[in-house]
T-cell receptor, first 117, second 113 residues
Framework: DGGITQSPKYLFRKEGQNVTLSCEQN?????MYWYRQDPGQGLRLIYY???????QKGDIAEGYSVSREKKESFPLTVTSAQKNPTAFYLC????????????????FGAGSRLTVL | DAKTTQPPSMDCAEGRAANLPCNHS???????VYWYRQIHSQGPQYIIH???NNETNEMASLIITEDRKSSTLILPHATLRDTAVYYC??????????????FGKGTRLSVIA
């Protein structure tokens, strides 16, 4: 079945450590996204990529980094510069890299929950 | 992109219709209305979207007022599994914008047995 796979589902990290969250999709979608969600809050956009080898900062990119070397993969690294990294991280994809299409709906993964000890 | 206003929470009896309102008074002519929902600790799920006309699919109906300043998502026969946070989002289509969706806090719908 086509979909988005995020791993790991749960991750614990010590302060000062970098950690990389994996996101893989087999939907042949052009665009991929990373959102962060804190308890009781909506989703906030970290980074997005509309095409391979290109990505853009979202609203809260500080302390995060991404790469888009392959169409199907969009890993997110949470660096030690991120002051409050404990959160639920969601990866998504959409068929078009051009967001102006009204049919450009998002498909989300199941999420990765990061806890900093 | 136009901002949206949704009530923070709503209750609905199981088997009854759930009507979730969304105000988007600053919406412009080329902005679509999208609805997603998020069941606890899962990724959001797309429900439906529309521009001007009312839309219906196997999950829900979307009613957009004639002036497009508000819309209502209707779940015709709510079940316990419909308990979730529902997000209403408006975003520019056409040639004016090329930005990702922005999610607010949504409406927490509780379906009660």
């Amino acid at each position: 079945d086509g979909g988005i796979t995020q791993s790991p589902k749960y991750l614990f990290r010590k302060e000062g450590q970098n950690v990389t969250l994996s996101c893989e999709q087999n939907l042949n979608h052009d665009a991929m996204y990373w959102y962060r969600q804190d308890p009781g809050q909506g989703l906030r956009l970290i980074y997005y990529s509309q095409i391979v080898n290109d990505f853009q900062k979202g609203d809260i990119a500080e302390g995060y980094s991404v790469s888009r070397e392959k169409k199907e993969s969009f890993p997110l690294t949470v660096t030690s510069a991120q002051k409050n990294p404990t959160a639920f991280y969601l990866c998504a994809s959409s068929i078009f890299g051009d967001f102006r299409s009204g049919a450009n709906v998002l498909t989300f993964g199941a999420g990765s929950r990061l806890t900093v000890l | 992109d136009a901002k949206t206003t949704q009530p923070p929470s709503m209750d609905c009896a199981e088997g009854r219709a759930a009507n979730l309102p969304c105000n988007h008074s600053t919406i412009s002519g080329n902005e679509y209305v999208y609805w997603y929902r998020q069941i606890h600790s899962q990724g959001p799920q797309y429900i439906i979207h529309g521009l001007k006309n009312n839309e219906t699919n196997e999950m829900a109906s979307l009613i957009i007022t004639e002036d497009r300043k508000s819309s209502t998502l209707i779940l015709p026969h709510a079940t316990l599994r419909d308990t979730a946070v529902y997000y209403c989002i408006v975003r520019v289509g056409g040639t004016a914008g090329n930005t990702p969706l922005v999610f607010g806090k949504g409406t927490r719908l509780s379906v009660i047995a």
